[in-house]
């Protein structure tokens, strides 16, 4: 018999203030929205609060729920753990599940404070998690092998004190390179999976803000399929500042680079990672100091600002 477990609360606790990241915070990460969008589309009642963009911890109104779902990333979790203690202690009978990066590389941590931890991608179990439960402490997430089965996520399901002014998009997932500091390619592989330019396209018809950012940890890991989305924002002439996350090798084509400017892009996030040659090649980084600078002055010339950034996960 399916447990009545309707009410469901997706949770992105506040990070620590010492982390370097904050700042991108105010953005919501996909994952509760994927997640709840789908359960929403299945009939359950789903709300989302992110306490970086709400600007407040939240009450004990706030978590009046049959399943409290937390998103953690490492600077989140122990206010994650904390907001798992509070909810159980009001709401012994209900269920939390915990999931993100962070849960799934320290789960035996995140398991003392969750009825269920995901491991990986969520999207192919939380429904009948959820609807049916389990007797199993760990829940062995699966990759979604077709980003398109994947639902436009509803930003109205985000619990807001005003509206957020740029909207997140998700093209990708993986990468194909071997950077051994990168926990990309252990949460999502090296398989590098996107939606196609038809889902693409329908995300950034339907922008209500000025400006994107493309949460793709390399958007132009395909630098063909970035032309054809350059391409057709500038034939549709769509209007839309945008940044991303993108590698040096995008100097190799200076092309791109032009048609990027020309249909909204901003500035793009790089990880040079170190001025040190023998620490790239330590790093398996596969970029050299000399396609570091290149790649400065390429993007430079098109008047497309680069913010210095190590990897991290959204």
């Known amino acids: 018999m399916a447990k009545t477990n309707n009410r469901v609360i997706f949770v992105e606790p506040r990070g620590s203030e010492a982390n370097v990241f904050a700042a991108f915070m105010k953005l919501p990460l996909l994952g509760p929205l994927y997640l709840g969008t789908l359960l929403k589309a299945h009939g359950f009642d789903v709300s989302i609060y992110n306490e970086n963009i709400l600007g407040r911890d939240l009450t004990s109104k706030d978590l009046d729920a049959d399943v409290l779902c937390l998103s953690l990333l490492t600077p989140s979790a122990e206010r994650g753990f904390a907001i798992a203690r509070e909810f159980k202690a009001r709401k012994p009978h209900s269920r939390v599940i915990i999931g993100g990066v962070h849960p799934t590389f320290c789960p035996e941590e995140a398991a003392q404070y969750a009825d269920h931890v995901i491991l990986g991608e969520g999207a192919n179990v939380i429904e009948d998690l959820i609807r049916y439960g389990s007797n199993e402490k760990y829940i062995h997430g699966s990759p979604t092998k077709d980003m398109d089965d994947l639902p436009l996520p509803d930003l109205e399901l985000l619990a807001l004190n005003r509206p957020i002014d740029r909207t997140p998009i ?8 071997h950077c051994t500091f990168c926990a990309v390619t252990q949460m999502f592989g090296h398989s590098y999976r996107t939606t196609s330019l038809e889902r693409t396209m329908e995300e950034l018809r339907r922008v209500s803000t000025r400006s994107v950012f493309f949460y793709d940890d390399n958007i132009a890991a ?6 054809a989305i350059c391409d057709r924002m500038l034939a549709e002439n769509i209007k839309i500042r945008w940044t991303a996350q993108m590698r040096t090798d995008i100097a190799k084509d200076p092309e791109l680079i ?5 249909s909204g892009c901003v500035n793009v996030y790089i990880g040079f990672e170190s001025v040190n040659p023998q620490t790239l090649l330590s790093y398996e980084k596969r970029q050299s100091v000399e396609e570091n600078e290149n ?8 008047g497309v600002t680069i913010v210095l950034t190590t990897h991290y996960m959204e």
Do not use: V, Y
């Open 295 to 302: 790649a400065i002055r390429s993007l430079q010339k098109q």
């Open 222 to 227: 395909d630098r063909k399929r970035l032309h």
């Open 170 to 177: 998700l093209t990708s997932l993986g990468c194909p390179f």
């Open 258 to 262: 032009e048609k990027m400017k020309r």
